[in-house]
């Protein structure tokens, strides 16, 4: 019997409760001026890791470059294969293209990337997609690198 009672006034609580309004905090006050110049150099700080990247993406294009502009088998004239030489080796074949990782866009944030390896997110605005981006949280000795999708 109790349990009929018990039941019905159960439900009608939970109604009730998910039927209120939630009502969002205020807005923090604005903070004093001295917390507007650690944002400043927040936002310096910002402007230089901005250009290291840069500047690691251009070097990593270059480094493409001249892997691409390399000659199979390290540009042997001389080799005697194919003249009856039977000391002579055949050319090596080139070396597959290392594939890289593409990171994941972060939804909402445009320029902002998640890392393939450590999920963590990347700021890469104003490099264009399908470049080769080096990881920064990963230290240099490590080299992960990851693609701009």
Known sequence: MKLRLILPASAAFFLAASCTPYKEPPPPAPADPAANKQTEEQKQKAAELKEKRKKDAEELASKEKQ??????GG??????????NPDATPPKKPE????????RPVPGRPGFVFSPYNNKIVDVQDIPSGKLVQDPTYPKSEKKYFRVP
């Open 96 to 103: 597959p293209k290392k594939t890289y990782d593409t990171a």
């Open 67 to 72: 892997e691409e502009g390399a000659t199979p």
């Open 75 to 84: 540009g042997d004239v001389g080799n005697n294969v194919g003249n009856g």
